[in-house]
């Protein structure tokens, strides 16, 4: 079998970074190749070097036997590279149909044809199998329907190579399941396939064989027989995987912190009731659909609630914006990191700086003795969490994905809050910082914080929480307590299966 890419010894470097440090791999048909490793280790880098968005400092790509320049995604395109990247490229503003056929739109006798491009659309769409309107405007999708017409616009044009960074990170167990079919039908085509996941399983599932860069370099590529999870994680991280110690669950929480009653959220069936204490990690389970994504929305005044009351510390409050919400002592991480998180023209310091609590009275300073000094106290985080980044005045949007989100954690833990709203906390983080993530989690809430961590990844909720809720069709089907917050109640309440409760009672 002949490759139909080979990528030879190549090499990136970027300011204080040598991202890339001499990979070699072949591409060949009707092959799926795992691509993994730790945030920072170089898999989008090489991939935006596959795409022609960026040009090695050295090394060769050759394609079909040619050594290849590509100046620009065009040209890349042109070679039959068709690459789903991990940042979203869509214009918000410009339809579905749009978005999907942007830069390569049929065209009748020179004209753009615009019922040819929706047609085409709904075709794609139907294959992904999403009920959507191609003439909707991307700006008023859910995150991941933004995912998944990222993928019909890969999908869209002629390609023999289609590479795929972390396509699952925002989708749902069907939207993954369906586009593991569609990996699979691809490669039977003859077509070769990159495929870039942190859920390690996926890349069990579907790829043939697996390759691992960690920090730069490839250090592993294999069949994914010949290998077990616990060996592939070990290849990543250099090092035996820590284990994530839940530890008791909190019994002696304190003062009740978050009260909801009654609250009624447009979308969802029933009012919801939610008390969380001081100490406590309260869990919200539920696939879409489940009203848990509009509830979330609520509690941090982004989605208004009709009626009902939320109380923080005793205190009744508003949610009519999220700027209120942070105001009154409620802080999101929001799932949505590129449209709502990152603020892409600040540095790494600024980014986690900006929601702090002035008064000096940031959670981390409670958990540790933190410096007072700004640049000291992104080193901490930098420390803590492991964020991959040369120095404190990096802009943001040159960190890997990964590295991204635990800034953005960062941003909570410095803000000072009375309550602390977790949406998909891990999305995007490598199974190494997990753990550091649920660490501090965990610190958190013994400092006192209320957390709700609202996600979708359930042996998560299964780690971290000491009671779920779960919602099904708008109303709540479980609640969940200590030790039977398992991954298997939680997902069974999740698909409207009654769960035996209170067997630790
Ligand atoms: N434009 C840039 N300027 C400076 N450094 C950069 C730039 N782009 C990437 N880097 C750095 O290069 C390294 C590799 O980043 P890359 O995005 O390839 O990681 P990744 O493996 O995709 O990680 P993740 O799993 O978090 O997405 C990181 O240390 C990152 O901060
Ligand atoms: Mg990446």
């Known amino acids: 079998m002949t490759a139909v890419v080979q990528v030879l010894d190549v090499v990136q470097e970027y300011p204080g970074v040598r991202a890339l440090k001499g990979v070699s791999l072949d591409l060949a048909p009707g092959q799926v190749l795992g691509l993994v490793g730790e945030n920072g280790a170089g898999k989008s880098t090489l991939i935006r070097i596959l795409g022609g968005i960026e040009q090695p400092v050295s090394g060769r790509l050759v394609v079909r036997g040619e050594d290849r320049t590509f100046r620009g995604s065009a ?10 990247s991990q940042e979203f490229r869509l ?17 009748r006798a020179g004209v753009v044809d615009a019922a040819g491009t929706r047609a085409r659309t709904a075709e794609l769409l139907d294959q992904l199998g999403l009920d959507l309107d191609p003439d909707r405007p991307v700006s008023s999708l859910t995150v991941g329907d ?50 870039v996941s942190h859920h390690l399983d996926e890349i069990f599932e579907i790829c043939h064989d697996v390759a691992v860069l960690r920090d730069g370099s490839l250090v592993a590529h294999a069949p994914t027989a010949d290998l077990d ?39 969802v069936a029933e009012p919801f009731d939610l008390s969380v204490r001081a100490g406590e990690i309260v869990g919200l389970a539920g696939l879409v659909g489940s009203g848990r994504a509009e509830l979330t929305r609520a509690l941090f005044g982004d989605l208004p609630a009709t009626s009902g009351e939320v109380r923080v510390d005793g205190r009744a409050v508003r ?24 603020l892409p023209h600040l540095d790494v310091t600024e980014n986690a700086m900006v929601s702090r609590d002035r008064s000096g009275l940031g959670l981390l300073r409670r958990l540790l003795p933190v410096p007072a000094d700004e640049s000291a106290q992104f080193e901490r985080l930098r420390t803590d969490m492991r964020i991959r980044v040369p120095h404190g ?32 906390p891990t999305r995007g983080v490598d199974v190494g910082a997990k753990v550091d993530i649920y660490q501090l ?26 009671r779920c809720a779960v919602y099904f069709a708008g109303r709540q089907v479980a609640e969940l307590h200590g030790r ?21 009672v």
Request: proline fraction near 2%; glycine fraction near 10%; hydrophobic fraction near 40%.
């Open 229 to 267: 999870e616990a060996r592939l994680v070990e290849h990543m991280l250099g090092r035996a995987p820590q284990t994530y110690e839940r530890g008791a669950v909190t019994e002696h929480a304190g003062e009740e912190r978050l009260t909801v009653r009654g609250l009624r959220v447009p979308g």
């Open 484 to 504: 039977d917050v398992t991954e298997d109640n939680i997902v069974s309440a999740s698909v409207g299966q009654t769960v035996q409760e209170g067997s630790d």
């Open 441 to 466: 989690v965990k610190q958190l809430a013994e400092a006192g914080v209320a957390v709700v961590v609202s996600s979708s990844d359930a042996p998560e909720l299964a780690a971290i929480t000491d």
């Open 146 to 195: 933004r995912q998944m017409v990222e993928i019909a616009r890969a999908l869209s044009r002629e390609f023999d190579v289609l590479i795929m960074d972390e396509p699952t990170a925002a989708l749902n167990g069907a939207e993954i399941l369906r586009l593991h079919a569609i990996v699979r039908r691809i490669a039977e085509q003859g077509k070769a396939v990159v495929y």
């Open 75 to 84: 040209e890349s395109q042109a070679a039959g590279i068709s690459v789903v």
């Open 393 to 424: 005045r990096q802009l943001i949007g040159n960190l890997s994905g990964g590295n991204q989100q635990k800034v953005l954690l960062g941003r909570a833990l410095l803000s000072g809050c009375a309550v602390l709203l977790l949406n998909e």
């Open 319 to 342: 949610l009519r914006s999220s700027r209120e919400a942070v105001r009154h002592g409620i802080f999101m991480l929001s799932e949505d990191r590129k449209g709502e998180g990152i």
């Open 91 to 107: 214009v918000p503003q410009l339809s579905v149909a749009d978005n999907v056929f942007l830069g390569h739109e049929s065209t």
